[in-house]
C-alpha cells in the first residue's frame, strides 16, 4: 500500500553538511522523552497513542450519533473555536465538495461553523439563515467556558428551543466536553444532552481524531473508520520506524535545522483550494504548540497557485528567512482534460488534452525549482491520494511532528499560556467581576 512521503532535499542543500543526521540523538531522545511521558506538559500526551486506542464499539458509538443528527437536521452547526474546531473544518473540507453547500440535494446535512469569533454580523447573519433550517447543534469546548463559543451557544440553543420546542431541541444538540468541570458540561447534564468527553490529557490542538473532530466530521457524512485506520497506521509506523525512515522524526530534525540556519518562517503550501483548512489547522498545532520563551518557527500558509499571484513575489524575492514546506496530492479524485479551442486565441492548444492535474503538478514542480533557486528551501510531503485514510495518517504525522519538533526546540509543546493574555485584557474592559483590579489598571493605561 502507498504510504505518505516526505522529501527533504530540497532543504538539506541550503544547511551544512549532516546538519539533519547531527539532529538524530536530540529528535530520538525528544520522541523517546513522549513515549516514556517524561517531558514537560506530560500531563498532555493522551494524543500520542489516540488513534490505537480508539474502539469499533467507540466508532459505533459516534456514528448512531451522527446518524440520529442527520436523521433530523438539515443544517448542523459546530460551535468551537482554536483546536475544536479546526481539525473537524480541516478534514470536511479536504474531503467534500467544494460545491457541496450550493448543489446539496439533501443527502447530507451542511455543516456550518460557529463560536470561533465574535462578529455580531457574522452570528446575526447565522441566526437569521437558521430560521428557515431544520437545525441542530455540536457544542465543543474543552474548558465549556471559552468565550466566542459560549456566547455562539447561547444564542443558538436559544434559537434551537424557539424553533423546536425544548423536548425536540435536546435531541439534537450534542455537548463535547470534559467530563465534570465547565458551563459546557453542567449544560448538558442538566439538559439531558447526549454528550461525550474530550480525554483531559488531550490538549485542543491534539483532539481531531477525539469526538472533538470525528463526530462532525462523521455527520457531515466521511468515513471515520478510514480516517482512523490512517491515523493508527501512521502511529505505528512513526513509532517503529529508524531515523532515516521515520518523517516526523525527520520532520522535526530539518525544521529545526533550519531555524538554527536563520530560517524563521515555514509557509506551508498547497495547490488543492481543499487543504486550505488543513493548513489552517496546521498553523495552530505548530504556532500554539511552539511560539514561547521568545522562540519558534512561525507557521504561515498559501494557496497555490492562487497566493503566486499574490504572495508569489515575496517568496521569490523577499527576505531569505523563510522555508517551504508543499503539501502535495499525488492522484485527483476526478478526471478532466484541457480542452481545445478552434481560434487558439490564449495560444494555449499545445496543453489540449492534457489532464489538467498535469498542468498543475508542472506549475508544483515549477515553482519548487523556482522558489529554491530563489534561495528558499523546501520540503515537500506527498499524499497518494486526497482520502479519508490518507488525510487520518497526515493528521497524526503532523501531530508527531509537532511534538517531537517543540521538544528539540526546547519549549513545552503542550501548553498556551501566551493565549490568556488577550482574555484578561478583555475581561478587565468589560467588567467581569473578579477583575477590579485590572480593569482599573487597563482604563488607567488607556487614559494616558
Ligand atoms: O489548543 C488549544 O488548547 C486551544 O486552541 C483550544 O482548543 C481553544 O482555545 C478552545 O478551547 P476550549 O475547547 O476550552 O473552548
Known amino acids: ?31 523517546h522523552e513522549l513515549e516514556m511521558g517524561t517531558c514537560p506538559g506530560s500531563d498532555y500526551l493522551g494524543w500520542l497513542h489516540l488513534p490505537c486506542s480508539i474502539s469499533p464499539e467507540f466508532l459505533s458509538d459516534i456514528q448512531a450519533t451522527a446518524h440520529t443528527l442527520r436523521q433530523l437536521c438539515d443544517t448542523i452547526v459546530v460551535a468551537g473555536i482554536g483546536g475544536s474546531y479546526l481539525g473537524a473544518r480541516a478534514v470536511i473540507e479536504a474531503l467534500g465538495n467544494s460545491f457541496a453547500w450550493l448543489t446539496n440535494k439533501g443527502e447530507n446535512p451542511n455543516i456550518l461553523f460557529a463560536g470561533n469569533n465574535i462578529s455580531e454580523d457574522y452570528l446575526y447573519e447565522l441566526t437569521e439563515y437558521l ?12 474548558s465549556g467556558t471559552t468565550t466566542e463559543t459560549a456566547l455562539a451557544f447561547r444564542l443558538l440553543k436559544k434559537q434551537c428551543e424557539q424553533q423546536r420546542g425544548k423536548e425536540e431541541a435536546a435531541k439534537v444538540i450534542v455537548a463535547i466536553t470534559d467530563a465534570t468541570k465547565g458551563a459546557a458540561r453542567t449544560t448538558a447534564d442538566k439538559e439531558g444532552y447526549k454528550s461525550y468527553v474530550i480525554p483531559g490529557n488531550v490538549g485542543g490542538r491534539f483532539s481531531v481524531l477525539s469526538p472533538v473532530g470525528l463526530l462532525p466530521i462523521a455527520c457531515a457524512g466521511f468515513d471515520i473508520a478510514q480516517l482512523v485506520k490512517g491515523a493508527q497506521d501512521m502511529e505505528k509506523t512513526i513509532a517503529e520506524q529508524p531515523f532515516e525512515q521515520n518523517i516526523a522524526q525527520q520532520y522535526a530534525a530539518v525544521r529545526n535545522a533550519l531555524y538554527a540556519a536563520g530560517k524563521k518562517i515555514e509557509i506551508l503550501a498547497n495547490f488543492q483550494p481543499k487543504l486550505h483548512y488543513i493548513a489552517e489547522w496546521w498553523k495552530q498545532l505548530y504556532g500554539e504548540s511552539e511560539g514561547k520563551e521568545q522562540k519558534g518557527i512561525f507557521p504561515a500558509a498559501v494557496d497555490f497557485t492562487t497566493d503566486l499571484h499574490s504572495m508569489g513575489q515575496w517568496i521569490q524575492e523577499g527576505e531569505r528567512n523563510i522555508f517551504e514546506t508543499v503539501l502535495s496530492i499525488e492522484k485527483p479524485a476526478q478526471e478532466l482534460h484541457f480542452p481545445h479551442d478552434d481560434e487558439n486565441l490564449d495560444g494555449l492548444n499545445f496543453l489540449e488534452g492534457k489532464r489538467v492535474d498535469e498542468v498543475n503538478k508542472m506549475a508544483e514542480l515549477g515553482t519548487r525549482l523556482a522558489h529554491i533557486d530563489g534561495g528558499v528551501p523546501n520540503i515537500r510531503i506527498s499524499l497518494p ?32 499560556p501566551g493565549v490568556e493574555a488577550y482574555k484578561k485584557n478583555m475581561f478587565a474592559l468589560l467588567d467581569k467581576p473578579g477583575y477590579e483590579a485590572e480593569s482599573k489598571a487597563i482604563k488607567a493605561r488607556l487614559e494616558k
Request: aromatic fraction near 10%; hydrophobic fraction near 45%.
Open 1 to 31: 500500500m502507498k504510504t505518505i512521503t516526505l522529501d527533504i532535499t530540497g532543504a538539506t542543500a541550503f544547511l551544512p553538511a549532516g546538519a539533519v543526521e547531527n539532529l538524530k540523538e536530540k529528535v530520538q531522545i525528544a520522541h
Open 131 to 142: 430560521k428557515t433550517r431544520r437545525f441542530g447543534v455540536i457544542n465543543i469546548s474543552k
Open 385 to 416: 491520494e486526497l482520502n479519508a485514510y490518507y488525510v487520518g495518517a497526515l493528521l497524526y504525522f503532523f501531530e508527531a511532528g509537532c511534538g517531537i519538533s517543540g521538544r528539540v526546540l526546547g519549549v513545552n509543546p503542550f501548553n498556551q
